[in-house]
């Protein structure tokens, strides 16, 4: 006889079962129009194009697991025996009903290796699943939460795969056909049921295993376990342009297309959880809770809440958009729940409500005035491109932070100096410059983020402005990948951080070194690193200098600690906590036993300054910026005894 397989040997009631698989395919069906239906909603001017790099991500990073196995083998592994197992089993049951209602083929060879396959695809489920209840409920992984219903899903599934076992055990024990070796474990299972007990029980398995795996389906997208399919399409939409729609057009809190898909593809995994730096100094913060709760109340109807004062505490460091397998952005979600609270004018802590009102007034979220904008550049002999009416000229835009601060104000002093060292002819925008609006626009306030859009890109033009050297990798986000989206001239300026000018004019010759025997450290700034992707530029300079080793922190560039300054931190109250961010990331550099450790924004200067001076650090590492330590080499000062310049006294 030649092999095949009979799909209703021995059952009856086709009719019911037919039934069945309609309801539960309509119910499925139903909940994903809900969930389609939610995704639509979100979708306004924006064109979702097909780009191959989203579908090359979506098969090396999500069918193949390539992002979930970085960073944790077991997960990676789990996730691959689970999704590979899960669904050759599904695909090997649509080839079954293929095989019956349109074109008979699984017979003879093909039938022998079609049931090899699907039960290596069992035993693969079979494994994940238990590899997924070891590492829950018996390793018990920090970073994940034990719901309800991830233990009744594991158990479902669990309970789908062995009763299938068992059915195919049945069924060979009550045939005997001689074939069936190659389902070796339903072959191995099958000695377990005596022929006569396997005939009789054979129906009450395939009901039972019917009726779990119908009832699975329809449970689909109701359940966590929708990210099968929203997964991939949040892997794909990652690369779609962003869109920002006009404050006046916009309401409040209103979720894009992108931030619904990603919302739903949220699997709980707790990876942002594990590297959140608010999480990890204590704070009672978890970007997961947040999403989670999101996602109960926009797709299932829930009433669960979220605390208003939450959304404060994030930094908008970017950290748990790198380390998310499926590319979910809860900074940027954050961001329009904060914009809720800005509109309704509540819950917003008062430091930002002041910080909002001086920019609004003053240009800046620093000081009550717009008069000393320019103090720092006095007696430094430096274009004010607004007073000696130059047009083209390169613009150092000096930002709020670096013109106000004392401390940050010597990136500005150094870097001119620089500029002048390599004759480089540059101006500034002196009292005239404006905010970039990145802290409008961390903090939800779209309206006054467009107002300083407007000025810096309206004095921009009246100067002729092509190319913009920035200070703050914050501004340099902000009018780099912001900017472009409310006004298209933006595209024509050329914005850059000073790092990655510091690296043009080493390649150029222009800067020449001399040696500086000492251990350096690098910590990245979020917004520089993972928001802006320059990680190399700042240490090919740092690495140019002759003498200089660098030694990287236990977690750097993609992976760096965030100083606890971004997203608006800066401007709120202090938080009674155990261990600062910054103090955290202090304690990381001086582990490494640099004698400096190197920034390249003045938020970082300031906070990792504050820390070093906290726990006391003063005469074991200094901290400087960048500018500041390649200002050190080209100096020609006489060297004080320990081989360093005398602005390395000034700056500790």
């Given at each position: ?407 940050a104000q010597q990136i500005a002093k150094s870097f001119s100096k620089i500029l002048k060292h390599c004759d480089i002819r540059f101006g500034i925008l002196g009292k005239k410059e404006p905010c970039c609006g990145d802290i409008a ?83 990245d700034p979020c917004y520089l690193g993972r928001h802006n992707g320059i990680f190399d530029a700042p240490r090919n300079v740092i690495r140019a200098i002759p003498g200089v080793e660098l030694v990287e922190m236990k977690h750097f ?96």
């Open positions: 006889m030649i092999p095949h397989r009979e799909i209703f040997w021995q059952i009856g009631h086709k009719g019911f079962f037919y039934l069945l698989a309609f309801i539960s395919v309509s119910i499925f069906f139903y909940g994903l129009v809900r969930h389609i239906s939610v995704w639509k909603s979100g979708l306004k001017k924006e064109k979702i194009s097909f780009l191959c790099t989203s579908i090359k991500r979506v098969i090396v990073e999500g069918i193949l697991a390539g992002r979930i196995l970085r960073g944790d083998l077991s997960a990676g592994i789990m996730h691959l025996l689970i999704f590979w197992g899960f669904s050759l089993l599904f695909l090997g049951t649509v080839v079954l009903a293929f095989d019956h209602w349109i074109f008979h083929f699984l017979t003879g060879s093909y039938y022998l290796f079609f049931s090899f396959v699907l039960e290596i695809a069992g035993l693969m489920l079979i494994a994940g699943l238990l590899l997924a209840l070891f590492r829950r409920y018996v390793k018990r992984v920090k970073r994940l939460e034990n719901k309800k219903e991830d233990l009744l899903l594991l158990l479902w599934l669990i309970i789908i795969v062995g009763s299938g076992f068992l059915l195919e055990g049945a069924r060979i024990s009550a045939q005997s056909p001689r074939w069936e070796s190659f389902s070796f474990f339903g072959f191995f299972l099958s000695f377990l049921f005596p022929k006569e007990f396997a005939s009789k029980t054979y129906p009450f398995f395939w009901w039972l295993h019917t009726i779990l795996s119908l009832s699975f389906v329809s449970a689909i997208p109701f359940t966590k376990m929708f990210h099968i399919l929203s997964s991939p399409l949040s892997m794909y939409v990652k690369d779609q342009p962003d869109f920002i729609l006009p404050a006046e057009q916009k309401q409040a809190g209103q979720f894009s297309y992108k931030e619904l898909i990603q919302i739903d593809a949220c699997t709980r995994c707790g990876r942002c959880v594990e590297m959140c730096p608010s999480t990890g100094v204590g704070e009672p913060f978890a970007p997961r809770d947040i999403i989670s709760t999101l996602r109960d109340q926009i797709y299932f109807g829930k009433e669960a809440e979220l605390p208003p004062k939450l959304v404060w505490y994030c930094t908008t460091c970017g950290v748990c958009l790198e380390v998310c397998p499926v590319y979910v952005p809860p900074f940027k979600i954050i961001r329009e729940l904060r914009a809720k609270q800005i509109e309704d004018g509540t819950q917003v802590p008062a430091l930002m409500i002041q910080t909002l009102e001086r920019l609004y007034k003053y240009n800046n979220p620093w000081v009550s005035t717009k008069k000393k904008r320019a103090d720092w550049a006095k007696d430094l002999d430096i274009v004010d491109i607004p007073k000696q009416d130059e047009k083209g000229l390169l613009c150092y835009f000096v930002g709020c932070t670096t013109s106000h601060e004392t401390r626009r961390r903090v939800g306030e779209d309206g006054l983020f467009e107002e300083q859009l407007e000025l810096c890109l309206d004095l921009f033009k009246e100067y002729e402005i092509k190319k913009v050297v920035l200070s703050s990798p914050h501004c340099l986000y902000t009018m780099k990948n912001e900017y472009p989206l409310l006004r298209k001239e933006a595209q024509d300026i050329t914005f850059i951080h000073y790092s990655q000018f510091l690296e043009e004019l080493i390649k150029k010759g222009k800067l020449k070194f001399k040696r500086l025997d000492v251990k350096v450290t690098y910590h560039r993609e992976n760096s600690l965030c100083c606890g300054g971004g997203g608006g931190r800066m401007w709120q109250e202090e938080l009674d906590v155990e261990v600062r961010m910054s103090e955290r990331r202090i304690m990381e550099a001086k582990d490494t036993g640099a004698e400096f450790v190197i920034t390249c924004c003045p938020l970082c200067l300031i906070m990792l300054e504050d820390a070093r001076k906290s726990k006391e650090l003063e005469d074991t590492i200094k901290v400087v910026d960048l500018n500041e330590f390649v200002l050190m080499a080209l100096e020609d000062k006489r060297r004080s005894k320990n081989g360093y310049s005398s602005l390395h006294k000034t700056s500790s």
